[in-house]
Each structure stands twice: as structure tokens, then as C-alpha cells.
Nanobody, 127 residues
Framework: VQLVESGGGLVQAGGSLRLSCAASGLPFNTYAMAWFRQPPGKGREIVAS????????HYGDSVKGRFTISRDNARSMVYLQMNSLKPEDTAVYYCAADSPPAGSEAVPVGTATVDYWGKGTLVTVSS
């Protein structure tokens, strides 16, 4: 299984970035997907998650209204559109895959249920 993130970089506060995650080696349309982040010196936290067929989404409180998660099952891709970026959004962003019960549209809300992780992409927001 491989989850490969791309799209990170340096952006000024107020700007936008779009992260992409390419998944391979797993039946993508049976996995819920998520983005987590780990700021410097802090723990890993949920940013957003999306269920198998996009029925449900979940967002961390700090990104609600600014970030949007989406997925393309035909291409085995998941995206994170990040708008109105703030310096406190600076972190390594990780793509994650979570296998829910068959037929479930549950979404992961924490690290405990994640089955696979990407290696991460760094997002730096300057003030």
C-alpha cells in the first residue's frame, strides 16, 4: 500500500494550497480517507476525513469553513483544498486510509483506527 502526498509548500497567510494524495495497492473505494497534520513539536491531529462514498465528512474545529476534503474513487485520489491559510496551519500533513465496516459510511476522527499512512508533505504558512 502506498499513499503519496503532494502539493505542500510555502504560502503567505491568507493564501491557498491544494494537497493531493494518490493511493495505490488497496481497494480505494472501500476505505475512508483522512488528512491529519502534525505541527512542529506537537502531536498529530485530525484535519478532515471523508467516507467511502462521500456521504459523510468530518473537520477539525480549527479548519471548519476554510478547508474542504474531497475524493475521486475512479482515480484513487483524495484532496484537501486549504483556503485562508494561517501561520498556525504550518505542519506536516499526512494522508491516511481507514477501513470501516463493510457498507459503512463512517469517517475516522482520530489516529487509532487508521490502517495506512503516507509519509507527509510540509505546509509552511508565513505571516
Amino acid at each position: 500500500v502506498q499513499l503519496v502526498e503532494s502539493g505542500g509548500g510555502l504560502v503567505q497567510a491568507g493564501g491557498s494550497l491544494r494537497l493531493s494524495c494518490a493511493a495505490s495497492g488497496l481497494p480505494f473505494n472501500t476505505y475512508a480517507m483522512a488528512w491529519f497534520r502534525q505541527p512542529p513539536g506537537k502531536g498529530r491531529e485530525i484535519v478532515a476525513s471523508i467516507s467511502v462514498n462521500t456521504v459523510n465528512t468530518h473537520y477539525g474545529d480549527s479548519v471548519k469553513g476554510r478547508f474542504t476534503i474531497s475524493r475521486d474513487n475512479a482515480r484513487s485520489m483524495v484532496y484537501l483544498q486549504m483556503n485562508s491559510l494561517k501561520p498556525e496551519d504550518t505542519a506536516v500533513y499526512y494522508c491516511a486510509a481507514d477501513s470501516p465496516p463493510a457498507g459503512s459510511e463512517a469517517v475516522p476522527v482520530g489516529t487509532a483506527t487508521v490502517d495506512y499512512w503516507g509519509k507527509g508533505t510540509l505546509v509552511t504558512v508565513s505571516s
